[in-house]
Each structure stands twice: as C-alpha cells, then as structure tokens.
C-alpha cells in the first residue's frame, strides 16, 4: 500500500496569498520528510526538510509543519509567485531504509495572476 | 551551482533492445541513485548505490536492470530487453551522505525513455 499521499491533487492560489500544500503519511517508522518542486520536463528539486524530532522548520518563504500524532506534514509558502507554480511531492525515508525515498503523488500547484 | 547531468535527454527504442542511461553526479558525492516517474505517476526509488555497489534496490529493480560506476564519473543504468513499461522518466541523483543524515538528494533533470 502507498505509504506517502496528497490531500489535493490542484490547488491554485492567487498572486501574493500564501499556499498550503498538505500530505499525509501511514508508516509511523518515517523519521525524515523532504518536500519537493518540481516544474514540467525537470527533475525534483529539494525545498525543505524536516526529521521527526521536530515540529516545525522554515526557510526562506516556506515552513513544514510535522504532526506526527495524526501522521500529517504540510508545506506553507509565503507570498506566492509565479514560480511556485509546479508539483509539490513529498516524501520519506524510513528508518532502516536510510537512502529510499518514497515520493507522494503530488500537487499542482498553480500561482494566478 | 554543481548539479548533476544526465544523456541523453530522450532515447526512443524498440522493445527488447538494451538501453544505457548515463549520469554524471555531483563530483563529491558518495551515494548515487536511480528513481523513474511513469507519465503522470509518482516518483519511484529504483537502486542506491554506495562504494562501488548496490546498497538498497527497490522490486521494480529486477534482473533487467543494471548499474555500474565504470570510471571515476560516470553512473549508468542499463535496462536489458526494455518493454513498453519501461517507458518512463529515469532520474539520477547524487548525496554527498546518506538517508537522513546525508543532506539533500541533487536530482538531474531527467532522461525520458520510449519503448516502441
């Protein structure tokens, strides 16, 4: 059975209003998540990440929050811009799997002018 | 920026040809990957890859599939015989550590592979 999922396979957003891009996970053995853009025809590229230890992280305009009571992580972005729009994975690496991740099904997220 | 390179961008084949997909990670980078997305599927782990040999592969990961560092460089995965499932984007990726401990993952920007 999938291990990682989306809430919400669209979600669009209006320039400048802040988006978030939820995503729930089963396996309570997870102990490391990373979220992931990736725009059309290029690869995932590494936004942020969060080991299981810890509630919340943020970077530069984003922030993940981890509840691991209800196995539920979500990426917020701040002031969304036309760039933000692409797929949002996030994924897993389980304890004891060190270098597997396990990619959800992703989000498109669509920025409006 | 470093970044990981992969070739080519496209290979179209005909079903049960050898194909070889090649990957130039980050140079001092440790532990090398292959994942593939399916059109319109989610990304899937295919085989980790430390020292010099497989350190986790997935079950899609079965005897068709191969990968070697044959130089100081290169990474490459080779699918024997390839049938029309195999049509995907394979995406190499490089960390300098491993797992959750080891930093990000650098992903290359993908080679598609059409299987006839």
């Known amino acids: 059975g999938e291990s990682v999922g989306l809430h919400l396979p669209t979600l669009s957003v209006q320039e400048g209003d802040n988006s978030i891009i939820n995503c729930a996970y089963s396996?309570?053995?997870?102990?490391?998540f990373i979220w992931y853009k990736q725009e059309s025809g290029k690869g995932p590229q590494f936004i942020i990440d969060?080991?299981?230890?810890?509630d919340k992280r943020q970077g530069q305009r984003v922030t993940v929050l981890l509840n691991k009571t209800v196995k539920h992580l979500s990426l917020q972005i701040a002031a969304t811009q036309p760039g933000d729009s692409a797929v949002y994975f996030c994924?897993?690496?389980?304890?004891?799997?060190?270098?597997?991740?396990?990619f959800g099904s992703g989000t498109q997220l669509t920025v409006l002018p | 920026e470093p970044e990981v390179t992969q070739t080519p961008s496209h290979q179209v084949t005909q079903m049960g040809q050898e194909v070889i997909l090649r990957c130039v990670p980050i140079?001092?980078?440790?532990?090398f990957y292959w994942y593939r997305q399916i059109l319109g599927q989610k990304v899937e782990f295919l085989v980790s890859f430390y020292n010099n040999e497989i350190s986790e592969k997935s079950e899609i990961f079965d005897d068709q599939f191969s990968v070697e560092r044959p130089d100081g460089s290169n990474f490459t995965l080779k699918i024997r015989s390839t049938k029309l499932e195999d049509s995907a984007m394979y995406f190499c990726?490089?960390?300098?550590?491993?797992?959750?401990?080891?930093?990000?993952?650098?992903f290359g920007e993908g080679s598609r592979l059409t299987v006839l």
């Open positions: 396996n309570s053995a997870s102990d490391y």
């Open positions: 994924a897993e690496i389980m304890a004891g799997s060190a270098r597997q991740l396990t």
């Open positions: 969060i080991r299981s230890n810890m």
């Open positions: 140079s001092n980078h440790l532990y």
């Open positions: 990726a490089s960390s300098l550590g491993q797992g959750a401990h080891g930093g990000e993952l650098f």
